[in-house]
């Protein structure tokens, strides 16, 4: 039996789509198709039941699940020991990116590690719901290791290592009245428009997290999709923001003004916790190595 057929048994399982499935495991999705089918061949059940608009596991299908992972998670277990056995790293690496991670000069992380690992196939891939999104496709298997800024205390059931820990502060256009302040609560900016990254995003779960428990609503009338953009919004009379403070650094047309409530924008690297492949170790180390966490 194709280890790779059980990859794509499980990856429609979890998707219900075969076109989601397709991008999850790279393959186009007439090949997880005919996988599927030959799958479903040598087990004799059928696995799917299939529609124009849906796609939903059988009984059959349900019940040969948990063995087609762990038959997956045996194979993974047994590379790994090969791997460590033979002193070799090989294989793909898939990681997930946010935007604005400048800081930390990944592009020279990456280079070492593939001087160091050179038979391991680097794939890099972004979420379109940020942060959120990468902890579901760690969770799901869509990528091996991802970069995340949601809390700590939010990271269940993954593995994480925190990278850096920066204050928000609050955003806003010069001449705002509040922007002579010492100091400002979101209290004070509620009248104001917001300019935010979208729901998902760490940093806007952060703020709405923290809004919500404290019983207060704000409008939030733009979203950008990357936070380095938000200070030229805000100079451009759009609105105000609050975000983690380096975003502001050297930004024209705005002021940036301590934010009196405690909020704090977290980043990590995250993996699963069981049945890591030797390569997410290596870069696991190599991270910790390069960027070591914040005091």
């Known amino acids: 039996m194709d280890t790779r057929h059980l990859e794509f048994f499980v990856a429609v399982a979890d998707e219900l789509s075969f076109t989601r499935a397709a991008d999850r495991v790279q393959a186009v999705q007439s090949t997880v198709s005919a996988g599927i089918r030959a799958l479903e061949r040598q087990t004799g059940a059928r696995l799917f039941e299939r529609s124009t608009r849906q796609v939903s596991l059988t009984p059959a299908g349900r019940e040969l699940l948990p063995h087609a992972r762990a038959a997956l998670e045996a194979v ?16 793909r690496l898939r990681v997930g990116l946010l935007t ?48 995340c800024g949601l809390a700590v205390a939010d990271l269940v059931g993954v593995h994480h290592q925190l990278l850096r820990r920066q204050p928000f502060v609050a955003v806003l256009p010069d001449g705002h ?28 779960t952060v703020a709405d997290e923290w809004l919500r428990a404290a019983g207060m609503r704000r409008r939030v009338t733009i979203e950008v999709p990357d936070l380095s953009t938000v200070p030229a919004y805000v100079a451009a009379g759009l609105g105000v923001a609050v975000v983690p403070v380096q975003t502001v650094a050297d930004a024209a047309g705005v002021t ?37 966490p914040p005091e």
């Open 177 to 204: 009245p509040r922007a002579d302040d010492a100091v400002v609560s979101f209290a004070d900016l509620l009248d104001d428009d917001f300019v935010e990254m979208p729901t998902g995003f760490g940093t806007r």
């Open 100 to 147: 604005n991670l400048e800081s930390l000069e990944l592009p020279i992380v990456f280079g070492s590690f593939h001087r160091h690992h050179p038979g391991v196939e680097l794939v890099m891939r972004t979420s379109p719901r940020g942060s959120t999104g990468l902890v579901d496709d760690v969770r799901r298997s869509r990528v091996d290791v991802a970069f």
């Open 76 to 91: 993974a277990e047994m590379r790994h020991l090969g791997a460590l056995a033979d002193g070799q790293v090989r294989g």
């Open 256 to 292: 940036a003004v301590p934010l009196a409530e405690p909020l704090v924008w977290e980043l990590s690297v995250i993996a699963r916790l069981q049945a890591r492949s030797p390569a997410v170790d290596a870069l696991l180390h190599e991270l910790a190595h390069r960027l070591p």
